[in-house]
């Protein structure tokens, strides 16, 4: 998209394609026409920006609950908390319930790890 914005403002028209001609055209010297091109420019290097920050967050609080829930089994192992909370059958579930969140929260830090490269 930041390169059709920028085909609007191409002066020489030898150098327009077929659908570059289609655009509309800003004059570069024009300030109000110009100002106007800065705001369409911000408004598509901004689009889905929320959504970034949305799925940022999710897995912010993912991670977080997932901590939570490490956090009490490893009070229950080392004996800050008496294991007969739960009986077991609820302790197998919530074992299970505990690996495939770790599963899942792998499935998130592995891929962002090698975002951020």
Not at 33 to 41: E, F, P, Y
Not at 79 to 97: A, C, H, L, R
Not at 98 to 114: C, D, L
């Amino acid at each position: 998209m930041m390169v059709q914005l920028t085909k609007c403002l191409e002066v020489d028209m030898q150098k327009k394609t077929d659908t570059s001609v289609l655009l509309p055209l800003f004059n570069y010297m024009h300030p109000s026409s110009l100002l106007s091109w800065m705001n369409v420019r911000d408004l598509v290097l901004d689009t889905g920006q929320r959504f970034v920050i949305r799925l940022q967050m999710y897995n912010v609080i993912f991670i977080g609950v997932f901590a939570l829930m490490l956090t009490f089994m490893i009070a229950v192992g080392s004996k800050f908390i008496d294991y007969t909370v739960m009986d077991g059958f609820q302790w197998i579930e919530y074992s299970v319930f505990t690996a495939a969140m770790g599963f899942f929260a792998m499935q998130i830090i592995v891929p962002t790890a090698y975002l951020n490269e």
